[in-house]
């Protein structure tokens, strides 16, 4: 809608990144598109801050072509629009797509910035399976283990050689649905984990302060990917996995809103909107709302 409009530095890029295929149920592939098409998008579109760039997908099958090889394609091409946007001088924002896109996104950070980065992984899942571990296939489910540098060698190495990310700046925030391997992985690679008990117990806003003093020491820079699924159900249900409880999509906004005022934050991405599920748009107003917390930055 907006792309041919002239941005000038300094303003928030969207980036569609329109792919299923790292997941079972592939309808997150409709979701970048869904977004752009929603009233919730609409409303804000106006907003002399953000301009939507361009929406990127999978090439389509060819002989034989596996799904991986697909999604590495797409990663690879993620990745340099992102660092584009940030050699422009621009604010990138991924919208997905399942959360295999994670690997472009980020790698293109890594890219742009010359050195590992690090991340606030917030998800009601840990992703942090390898090909060997997985017991899905499913390659949503192994983007931060790649990023971090293990997994399907076709999947790494898209940004810097090795791992794109700082473990030690690294933090997963909101988990409750995880296999034990994954675990393992990310104790085994100093990554922190901050489960979805512990904020219970120790109160989100505690439990936020901490993740972002971990990530923000990254001196490179640090992002944020968001996956919805994070989220309860009962405020975000257009997601691919859903999972119970989850956090209160109140302090997901404030916690966006506060972390936007971090002069170290580079990008930022929302992954895993599945409008099959969605209930009367209330997902995609969420994911507006989450966009407006970035403004005014
Ligand atoms: N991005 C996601 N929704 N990931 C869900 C992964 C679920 C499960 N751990 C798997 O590996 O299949």
Same mark, same amino acid.
């Given at each position: 809608?907006?792309?041919?409009?002239?941005?000038?530095?300094?303003?928030?890029?969207?980036?569609?990144?329109?792919?299923?295929?790292?997941?079972?149920?592939?309808?997150?592939?409709?979701?970048?598109?869904?977004?752009?098409?929603?009233?919730?998008?609409?409303?804000?579109?106006?907003?002399?801050?953000?301009?939507?760039?361009?929406?990127?997908?999978?090439?389509?099958?060819? =002989?034989?072509? %596996?799904?991986?090889?697909?999604?590495? /394609? &797409?990663? *690879?091409?993620?990745?340099?629009?992102?660092?584009? #946007? !940030?050699?422009?001088?621009?604010?990138?924002?991924?919208?997905?797509?399942?959360?295999?896109?994670?690997?472009?996104t980020w790698s293109?950070?890594?890219?742009?910035?010359?050195?590992?980065?690090?991340?606030?992984?917030?998800?009601?899942?840990?992703?942090?399976?390898?090909?060997?571990?997985?017991?899905?296939?499913?390659?949503?489910?192994?983007?931060?283990?790649?990023?971090?540098?293990?997994?399907?060698?076709?999947?790494?190495?898209?940004?810097l050689k090795g791992?794109?990310?700082?473990?030690?700046?690294?933090?997963?925030?909101?988990?409750?649905?995880?296999?034990?391997?994954?675990?393992?992985?990310?104790?085994?690679?100093?990554?922190?984990?901050?489960?979805?008990?512990?904020?219970?117990?120790? =109160?989100?806003? %505690?439990?936020?302060?901490?993740?972002? /003093? &971990?990530? *923000?020491?990254?001196?490179?820079?640090?992002?944020? #990917? !968001?996956?919805?699924?994070?989220?309860?159900?009962?405020?975000?249900?257009?997601?691919?996995?859903?999972?119970?409880?989850?956090?209160?999509?109140?302090?997901?906004?404030t916690a966006l809103?506060?972390?936007?005022?971090?002069?170290?934050?580079?990008?930022?991405?929302?992954?895993?909107?599945?409008?099959?599920?969605?209930?009367?748009?209330?997902?995609?107003?969420?994911?507006?709302?989450?966009?407006?917390?970035?403004?005014?930055?």
């Amino acid at each position: 809608m907006n792309a041919d409009r002239h941005q000038g530095p300094g303003g928030i890029r969207i980036i569609g990144a329109a792919s299923g295929l790292g997941a079972q149920d592939r309808a997150c592939a409709d979701g970048p598109v869904a977004f752009h098409h929603s009233q919730a998008w609409h409303e804000l579109a106006r907003h002399p801050q953000l301009d939507w760039g361009r929406t990127l997908y999978a090439p389509p099958p060819a =002989g034989g072509q %596996a799904p991986v090889q697909r999604i590495a /394609a &797409l990663c *690879r091409q993620l990745a340099d629009e992102v660092a584009q #946007t !940030l050699k422009a001088g621009n604010f990138p924002l991924v919208i997905g797509g399942d959360h295999s896109v994670a690997i472009g996104t980020w790698s293109g950070v890594a890219a742009a910035l010359g050195a590992p980065l690090g991340l606030l992984w917030i998800d009601a899942h840990l992703d942090s399976h390898t090909p060997e571990s997985t017991y899905s296939g499913a390659i949503h489910g192994m983007p931060l283990a790649c990023l971090l540098g293990q997994g399907d060698k076709r999947l790494l190495g898209l940004g810097l050689k090795g791992a794109q990310l700082s473990p030690a700046h690294t933090v997963v925030l909101g988990a409750r649905s995880y296999e034990p391997e994954e675990f393992d992985f990310l104790a085994r690679a100093g990554v922190r984990v901050i489960m979805a008990e512990a904020i219970e117990s120790r =109160g989100f806003a %505690a439990c936020l302060d901490e993740a972002v /003093a &971990l990530v *923000r020491g990254a001196p490179a820079g640090f992002g944020v #990917t !968001l996956d919805l699924d994070a989220i309860d159900p009962r405020l975000a249900p257009g997601v691919g996995s859903p999972e119970p409880d989850g956090l209160m999509a109140s302090d997901v906004q404030t916690a966006l809103h506060w972390i936007a005022t971090q002069p170290g934050l580079r990008a930022m991405e929302i992954v895993e909107y599945n409008p099959d599920r969605d209930r009367h748009g209330s997902t995609a107003r969420l994911i507006s709302n989450l966009i407006g917390a970035l403004l005014g930055r």
